[in-house]
């Protein structure tokens, strides 16, 4: 079964700061995706950035960076420039690759805060 | 973007009764919605996949009876909670996948269900 963990609960950052959140995963399969999402107060599910594992290239999208090492199953998300609406809740996510359809697997969320 | 609605955003209703809860797809068409739910301070909690025309898979430990799932369009997925309880007062979200779009899935701004 695959896993998700995020050891860092909480996470402050001064704005325009950088801060990198963390994310380990666990699994069998060789081919996957990766994701981080963000939650901000308003609870809706904003998708920040993705990862195909068979592309060794890291994401990039404006502020936000990932740093995947497949072979140590590490995926952590760098937010450069911190600003005060990246205050939020980061959920690290796993999903198989498949042709149709699979779930996600969640860790447990990092709590961002970022002060002025 | 895709965007993903979800009907009532909240709902307080007593003890015994039952409530529907929509999902829908906007602007794009979804075989495969998933539910799920979380608690405050917590990560979301996969419920069930629901699949258009066919049945809902539940995930170990929920009550199929309990929660109800009908996919009957490839816009609209419907959860409803039986005979709720206090104990089933809890942040409901669904997600819709886009296959047209690297099956991601896009979340609806949930449902906050309160049971009295």
């Known amino acids: 079964a695959q896993t998700v963990t995020q050891s860092q609960p909480e996470m402050s950052v001064q704005e325009a700061e950088t801060v990198t959140l963390s994310c380990t995963y666990d699994?069998?399969?060789?081919?996957?995706?990766l994701f981080w999402y963000k939650q901000p107060p308003s609870r809706q599910m904003i998708l920040v950035i993705r990862?195909?594992?068979?592309?060794?290239q890291n994401a990039t999208e404006n502020r936000f960076s990932v740093n995947f090492q497949k072979a140590a199953k590490s995926f952590s998300l760098k937010i450069s420039d911190s600003q005060l609406g990246d205050t939020a809740m980061y959920f690290c996510?796993?999903?198989?690759?498949?042709?149709?359809?699979?779930?996600?697997?969640f860790g447990t969320g990092t709590r961002l805060q970022v002060f002025p | 973007g895709a965007v993903v609605s979800q009907h009532p955003s909240w709902v307080i209703c007593k003890s015994g009764t039952s409530v529907k809860i929509e999902c829908r797809s906007l602007?794009?068409?979804?075989?495969?919605m998933f539910w799920y739910r979380q608690f405050p301070k917590q990560s979301l909690m996969l419920m069930a996949t629901?699949?258009?025309?066919?049945?809902?898979?539940?995930e170990q430990g929920v009550e199929k009876d309990k929660f109800l799932i009908n996919h009957a369009s490839l816009t609209l997925s419907t959860l409803t909670v039986t005979s709720a309880h206090p104990e089933d007062s809890s942040f409901y979200i669904c997600?819709?996948?886009?296959?047209?779009?690297?099956?991601?899935?896009?979340f609806g701004p949930g449902t906050r269900l309160t049971v009295l």
């Open positions: 997600s819709a996948l886009n296959g047209e779009a690297y099956n991601e899935q896009f």
């Open positions: 699994t069998s399969e060789s081919n996957y995706y």
């Open positions: 990862q195909e594992a068979y592309k060794q």
């Open positions: 996510a796993f999903m198989k690759h498949r042709l149709n359809t699979d779930k996600l697997i």
């Open positions: 602007d794009f068409q979804a075989t495969t």
């Open positions: 629901s699949n258009e025309g066919s049945k809902a898979t539940y």
